[in-house]
Protein backbone atom coordinates (compact mmCIF):
# COMPACT_ATOMS: atom_id res chain seq x y z
CA UNK A 1 0.00 0.00 0.00
CA UNK A 2 1.46 3.56 -0.87
CA UNK A 3 1.92 5.68 2.26
CA UNK A 4 0.79 9.43 2.23
CA UNK A 5 3.17 11.63 3.38
CA UNK A 6 2.56 14.71 5.29
CA UNK A 7 4.65 18.26 6.80
CA UNK A 8 3.62 18.26 9.72
CA UNK A 9 3.49 21.83 11.42
CA UNK A 10 4.68 22.00 14.90
CA UNK A 11 3.05 24.97 16.38
CA UNK A 12 -0.23 26.42 16.41
CA UNK A 13 -1.61 28.55 14.30
CA UNK A 14 -3.33 31.45 16.23
CA UNK A 15 -5.52 34.51 14.92
CA UNK A 16 -8.04 36.43 16.93
CA UNK A 17 -7.86 33.65 20.03
CA UNK A 18 -8.64 30.23 17.90
CA UNK A 19 -6.20 28.12 17.58
CA UNK A 20 -6.16 25.73 13.99
CA UNK A 21 -4.08 22.77 14.72
CA UNK A 22 -1.90 20.62 12.44
CA UNK A 23 -0.98 17.01 14.26
CA UNK A 24 -0.94 13.67 14.01
CA UNK A 25 -0.87 10.68 15.32
CA UNK A 26 0.26 7.18 14.54
CA UNK A 27 -1.59 4.46 13.86
CA UNK A 28 -1.20 1.06 12.39
CA UNK A 29 2.40 1.66 11.35
CA UNK A 30 1.43 5.24 9.55
CA UNK A 31 1.37 8.71 11.19
CA UNK A 32 -1.91 9.58 10.52
CA UNK A 33 -2.35 13.41 10.13
CA UNK A 34 -5.50 16.05 11.31
CA UNK A 35 -5.97 19.04 11.46
CA UNK A 36 -7.86 20.46 14.92
CA UNK A 37 -9.79 23.66 15.37
CA UNK A 38 -10.23 25.51 18.67
CA UNK A 39 -12.65 27.88 19.26
CA UNK A 40 -11.29 30.97 21.20
CA UNK A 41 -13.95 30.64 23.59
CA UNK A 42 -13.28 27.01 24.23
CA UNK A 43 -12.53 26.26 28.14
CA UNK A 44 -10.98 23.37 29.39
CA UNK A 45 -13.19 23.72 32.63
CA UNK A 46 -16.34 23.06 30.27
CA UNK A 47 -17.19 19.72 28.75
CA UNK A 48 -17.33 20.71 25.05
CA UNK A 49 -19.04 18.98 21.71
CA UNK A 50 -16.99 17.51 18.79
CA UNK A 51 -17.82 17.84 15.36
CA UNK A 52 -15.22 15.21 12.85
CA UNK A 53 -15.35 16.70 9.57
CA UNK A 54 -14.31 14.21 6.58
CA UNK A 55 -13.47 15.17 3.41
CA UNK A 56 -14.56 13.68 0.17
CA UNK A 57 -11.94 11.40 -2.04
CA UNK A 58 -9.20 13.62 -3.62
CA UNK A 59 -9.94 15.96 -0.80
CA UNK A 60 -7.64 16.74 2.14
CA UNK A 61 -7.95 18.18 6.12
CA UNK A 62 -7.30 21.76 4.94
CA UNK A 63 -9.58 22.04 1.86
CA UNK A 64 -12.63 20.61 3.58
CA UNK A 65 -11.45 23.62 6.62
CA UNK A 66 -12.76 26.03 4.11
CA UNK A 67 -14.84 24.48 1.47
CA UNK A 68 -17.16 23.11 4.42
CA UNK A 69 -16.91 25.34 6.80
CA UNK A 70 -17.86 25.23 10.65
CA UNK A 71 -15.23 27.89 12.34
CA UNK A 72 -17.50 30.42 12.53
CA UNK A 73 -20.34 28.79 13.85
CA UNK A 74 -18.14 26.91 16.49
CA UNK A 75 -16.55 30.62 17.22
CA UNK A 76 -20.43 31.13 18.91
CA UNK A 77 -21.58 27.63 19.79
CA UNK A 78 -18.55 26.45 20.97
CA UNK A 79 -17.75 23.11 19.56
CA UNK A 80 -14.12 21.32 18.45
CA UNK A 81 -13.50 20.37 15.23
CA UNK A 82 -11.39 17.82 13.81
CA UNK A 83 -10.90 17.51 10.14
CA UNK A 84 -8.64 14.13 9.69
CA UNK A 85 -6.64 13.34 6.92
CA UNK A 86 -7.56 10.37 4.39
CA UNK A 87 -4.76 8.46 2.78
CA UNK A 88 -4.62 7.35 -0.44
CA UNK A 89 -6.30 4.61 -2.35
CA UNK A 90 -5.32 2.36 -5.25
CA UNK A 91 -5.68 5.20 -7.64
CA UNK A 92 -3.42 7.33 -5.83
CA UNK A 93 -6.47 9.11 -4.90
CA UNK A 94 -6.92 10.25 -0.96
CA UNK A 95 -10.60 8.25 0.45
CA UNK A 96 -12.24 7.14 3.86
CA UNK A 97 -12.41 3.49 3.65
CA UNK A 98 -15.76 2.18 4.31
CA UNK A 99 -15.60 -1.51 3.84
CA UNK A 100 -14.18 -2.07 0.33
CA UNK A 101 -10.42 -1.61 1.09
CA UNK A 102 -7.42 -2.94 3.72
CA UNK A 103 -7.43 0.33 5.80
CA UNK A 104 -8.81 0.49 9.05
CA UNK A 105 -9.96 4.09 9.00
CA UNK A 106 -12.68 2.96 11.62
CA UNK A 107 -9.73 2.16 14.00
CA UNK A 108 -7.41 5.01 13.13
CA UNK A 109 -10.83 7.57 14.16
CA UNK A 110 -11.22 5.31 16.92
CA UNK A 111 -7.85 6.42 18.41
CA UNK A 112 -7.88 10.05 17.23
CA UNK A 113 -11.15 9.95 18.84
CA UNK A 114 -9.87 8.62 21.93
CA UNK A 115 -6.53 10.92 21.76
CA UNK A 116 -8.52 14.14 21.49
CA UNK A 117 -11.25 13.14 24.75
CA UNK A 118 -7.12 12.80 26.61
CA UNK A 119 -6.11 16.01 25.73
CA UNK A 120 -9.43 18.25 25.59
CA UNK A 121 -12.62 18.34 27.45
CA UNK A 122 -14.78 16.75 25.38
CA UNK A 123 -18.52 15.87 26.04
CA UNK A 124 -18.72 12.55 25.25
CA UNK A 125 -22.12 12.83 24.81
CA UNK A 126 -21.85 15.38 22.44
CA UNK A 127 -19.92 13.89 19.40
CA UNK A 128 -20.88 14.61 15.42
CA UNK A 129 -19.52 13.31 12.31
CA UNK A 130 -20.49 15.07 9.28
CA UNK A 131 -18.68 14.64 5.76
CA UNK A 132 -19.19 14.76 1.44
CA UNK A 133 -19.20 12.54 -0.78
CA UNK A 134 -16.77 10.18 0.31
CA UNK A 135 -17.27 11.67 3.55
CA UNK A 136 -20.59 11.46 4.10
CA UNK A 137 -20.40 7.65 3.34
CA UNK A 138 -17.86 7.36 6.21
CA UNK A 139 -20.47 9.03 8.44
CA UNK A 140 -22.96 6.92 7.48
CA UNK A 141 -20.12 4.02 8.26
CA UNK A 142 -19.46 6.22 11.93
CA UNK A 143 -23.15 5.71 13.15
CA UNK A 144 -22.72 1.96 11.81
CA UNK A 145 -20.04 0.97 13.70
CA UNK A 146 -18.97 3.63 16.22
CA UNK A 147 -22.18 3.94 17.18
CA UNK A 148 -21.33 4.02 20.93
CA UNK A 149 -19.57 7.30 20.23
CA UNK A 150 -21.45 8.91 17.55
CA UNK A 151 -24.73 11.05 18.62
CA UNK A 152 -25.20 12.40 15.19
CA UNK A 153 -24.19 12.11 11.73
CA UNK A 154 -25.25 14.13 8.68
CA UNK A 155 -24.10 13.50 5.07
CA UNK A 156 -23.81 16.33 1.99
CA UNK A 157 -23.46 14.47 -1.24
CA UNK A 158 -22.92 11.21 0.33
CA UNK A 159 -24.87 7.73 0.93
CA UNK A 160 -24.93 4.75 2.59
CA UNK A 161 -23.75 1.96 0.72
CA UNK A 162 -25.13 -1.83 0.40
CA UNK A 163 -22.47 -3.06 2.41
CA UNK A 164 -22.84 -0.82 5.25
CA UNK A 165 -26.64 -2.25 4.88
CA UNK A 166 -25.57 -5.69 5.92
CA UNK A 167 -23.12 -4.79 7.90
CA UNK A 168 -24.48 -1.66 10.46
CA UNK A 169 -25.43 -2.83 13.86
CA UNK A 170 -26.41 0.79 15.93
CA UNK A 171 -27.20 0.29 19.40
CA UNK A 172 -29.28 4.07 19.69
CA UNK A 173 -31.98 5.80 18.07
CA UNK A 174 -28.99 8.01 15.75
CA UNK A 175 -30.26 11.23 14.39
CA UNK A 176 -29.67 11.23 10.51
CA UNK A 177 -29.15 14.31 8.14
CA UNK A 178 -28.55 14.05 4.37
CA UNK A 179 -28.40 16.95 2.31
CA UNK A 180 -28.35 15.99 -1.73
CA UNK A 181 -28.86 17.43 -5.30
CA UNK A 182 -31.26 16.25 -7.66
CA UNK A 183 -28.98 16.26 -10.48
CA UNK A 184 -25.96 15.12 -8.38
CA UNK A 185 -23.93 13.15 -11.29
CA UNK A 186 -21.21 11.30 -9.13
CA UNK A 187 -23.71 10.01 -6.13
CA UNK A 188 -26.92 9.83 -7.61
CA UNK A 189 -30.15 11.29 -5.27
CA UNK A 190 -31.77 7.27 -5.77
CA UNK A 191 -28.80 6.41 -3.92
CA UNK A 192 -29.09 8.30 -0.89
CA UNK A 193 -32.82 7.07 -0.58
CA UNK A 194 -32.40 2.95 0.85
CA UNK A 195 -30.05 4.77 3.39
CA UNK A 196 -32.53 7.23 4.55
CA UNK A 197 -35.31 4.70 4.86
CA UNK A 198 -32.67 2.92 6.78
CA UNK A 199 -32.09 5.10 9.34
CA UNK A 200 -36.02 6.33 9.59
CA UNK A 201 -36.98 2.58 10.12
CA UNK A 202 -34.12 1.77 12.64
CA UNK A 203 -35.19 5.18 14.75
CA UNK A 204 -39.07 4.18 14.68
CA UNK A 205 -39.90 7.96 13.06
CA UNK A 206 -43.02 8.42 11.29
CA UNK A 207 -43.45 6.52 8.06
CA UNK A 208 -44.92 9.64 6.65
CA UNK A 209 -42.63 12.63 6.25
CA UNK A 210 -43.30 16.24 6.62
CA UNK A 211 -42.03 18.43 4.08
CA UNK A 212 -41.22 22.45 4.03
CA UNK A 213 -40.83 24.37 1.19
CA UNK A 214 -37.61 26.36 1.56
CA UNK A 215 -37.91 30.00 0.38
CA UNK A 216 -36.04 30.52 -2.96
CA UNK A 217 -34.24 33.76 -1.21
CA UNK A 218 -31.61 33.23 -4.07
CA UNK A 219 -32.88 33.41 -7.71
CA UNK A 220 -29.45 32.56 -9.49
CA UNK A 221 -28.66 29.53 -7.98
CA UNK A 222 -31.16 27.90 -10.14
CA UNK A 223 -31.71 25.40 -7.41
CA UNK A 224 -34.46 25.40 -4.30
CA UNK A 225 -34.98 22.78 -1.27
CA UNK A 226 -37.34 20.91 0.43
CA UNK A 227 -36.67 19.98 3.58
CA UNK A 228 -37.94 16.28 4.37
CA UNK A 229 -38.70 15.58 7.92
CA UNK A 230 -39.22 11.93 9.08
CA UNK A 231 -40.88 12.76 12.99
CA UNK A 232 -41.20 11.27 15.85
CA UNK A 233 -38.41 8.84 16.46
CA UNK A 234 -37.53 7.05 19.49
CA UNK A 235 -36.24 9.21 21.68
CA UNK A 236 -37.27 12.31 20.20
CA UNK A 237 -35.05 11.71 16.83
CA UNK A 238 -35.59 12.52 13.43
CA UNK A 239 -34.08 11.29 10.00
CA UNK A 240 -33.96 14.17 7.97
CA UNK A 241 -33.61 15.50 4.00
CA UNK A 242 -32.65 18.73 2.60
CA UNK A 243 -33.46 17.73 -0.85
CA UNK A 244 -31.57 20.54 -3.41
CA UNK A 245 -33.62 20.21 -6.71
CA UNK A 246 -31.47 21.07 -9.68
CA UNK A 247 -28.74 20.59 -6.71
CA UNK A 248 -25.22 19.66 -7.82
CA UNK A 249 -22.54 17.46 -6.29
CA UNK A 250 -21.68 20.25 -3.91
CA UNK A 251 -22.21 22.10 -0.46
CA UNK A 252 -25.11 24.27 0.11
CA UNK A 253 -23.49 27.86 1.06
CA UNK A 254 -20.17 27.21 0.43
CA UNK A 255 -17.63 30.00 0.23
CA UNK A 256 -16.03 27.38 -2.65
CA UNK A 257 -18.74 26.38 -4.75
CA UNK A 258 -18.60 23.98 -7.27
CA UNK A 259 -21.43 22.76 -10.20
CA UNK A 260 -24.77 24.03 -9.08
CA UNK A 261 -24.64 25.07 -5.44
CA UNK A 262 -27.46 26.56 -3.75
CA UNK A 263 -27.72 29.04 -1.20
CA UNK A 264 -31.14 29.41 -0.02
CA UNK A 265 -29.49 27.10 2.99
CA UNK A 266 -26.32 27.39 4.63
CA UNK A 267 -24.88 23.15 5.28
CA UNK A 268 -23.10 23.89 7.93
CA UNK A 269 -25.24 26.38 9.57
CA UNK A 270 -28.02 23.56 8.80
CA UNK A 271 -26.05 20.46 10.16
CA UNK A 272 -25.17 22.38 13.62
CA UNK A 273 -28.61 23.48 13.82
CA UNK A 274 -29.55 19.90 13.38
CA UNK A 275 -26.91 18.33 15.59
CA UNK A 276 -27.43 20.88 18.89
CA UNK A 277 -31.01 19.39 19.27
CA UNK A 278 -29.31 16.16 20.22
CA UNK A 279 -27.21 14.40 22.26
CA UNK A 280 -26.46 10.73 21.86
CA UNK A 281 -29.35 9.63 24.27
CA UNK A 282 -31.77 11.66 21.95
CA UNK A 283 -33.44 15.17 22.29
CA UNK A 284 -31.60 17.05 24.48
CA UNK A 285 -34.98 18.92 26.57
CA UNK A 286 -34.69 22.12 27.02
CA UNK A 287 -36.38 24.77 29.70
CA UNK A 288 -36.78 27.38 27.07
CA UNK A 289 -40.55 27.94 27.24
CA UNK A 290 -42.54 29.11 24.13
CA UNK A 291 -43.62 32.42 26.03
CA UNK A 292 -40.08 33.37 25.95
CA UNK A 293 -39.46 32.32 22.38
CA UNK A 294 -42.07 34.51 20.80
CA UNK A 295 -40.19 37.75 22.13
CA UNK A 296 -37.55 36.79 19.83
CA UNK A 297 -38.92 39.27 17.38
CA UNK A 298 -37.29 37.49 14.13
CA UNK A 299 -40.47 35.37 14.72
CA UNK A 300 -42.91 36.60 12.57
CA UNK A 301 -46.24 33.93 14.03
CA UNK A 302 -45.97 30.27 15.40
CA UNK A 303 -48.23 27.60 13.50
CA UNK A 304 -49.06 24.04 13.68
CA UNK A 305 -48.82 21.56 11.33
CA UNK A 306 -52.27 22.08 9.90
CA UNK A 307 -50.98 25.92 9.19
CA UNK A 308 -53.06 27.90 12.54
CA UNK A 309 -51.29 30.45 14.76
CA UNK A 310 -50.81 28.93 18.13
CA UNK A 311 -48.96 29.49 21.60
CA UNK A 312 -49.24 26.51 22.92
CA UNK A 313 -47.27 24.74 25.20
CA UNK A 314 -47.76 20.90 24.70
CA UNK A 315 -45.29 18.33 23.55
CA UNK A 316 -45.82 19.38 19.95
CA UNK A 317 -44.73 19.97 16.14
CA UNK A 318 -44.49 23.57 15.61
CA UNK A 319 -43.80 25.76 12.59
CA UNK A 320 -41.36 28.75 13.02
CA UNK A 321 -42.21 31.46 10.86
CA UNK A 322 -39.13 34.45 10.80
CA UNK A 323 -39.32 37.69 9.21
CA UNK A 324 -36.85 36.78 6.58
CA UNK A 325 -38.93 33.75 5.11
CA UNK A 326 -37.69 31.16 6.37
CA UNK A 327 -39.78 28.15 8.46
CA UNK A 328 -38.11 26.23 11.00
CA UNK A 329 -39.89 23.02 12.59
CA UNK A 330 -39.25 22.84 16.57
CA UNK A 331 -40.36 20.19 18.67
CA UNK A 332 -41.28 22.21 21.80
CA UNK A 333 -41.17 20.46 25.07
CA UNK A 334 -43.85 21.50 28.21
Known amino acids: MRKLLF ?16 DSIFYNNVYRSYITYIPAIYNSSQATPLLINLHGRTGTAYGTMWHADFRNIADTANFIIVHPQGLLDSSGLTHWN ?23 NIDVNRVFSVGMSNG ?25 TSYQHF ?6 P ?34 IADTTVIPDLVLGDWSTVEHIVYNEGDNGVTTELFKVINGGHSWPGSNLPSGTTNYDINASAEI ?22 IKDKRIVKITDILGRETTTKKNTLLFYIYNDGTVEKKIVLK
Open 272 to 293: WKFFSKYDINGLISTSTSIDEI
Open 7 to 22: ILLSFPIIGFGQQTIS
Open 167 to 172: SCNPIH
Open 98 to 120: YGQTNVDDIGFLNSLYFHLISNY
Open 174 to 207: TPVLEIHGTEDTIVSFNAIIPGILYWRDYNNCDL
Open 136 to 160: GAMSYYLACDMNNKIAAIASVTGAM
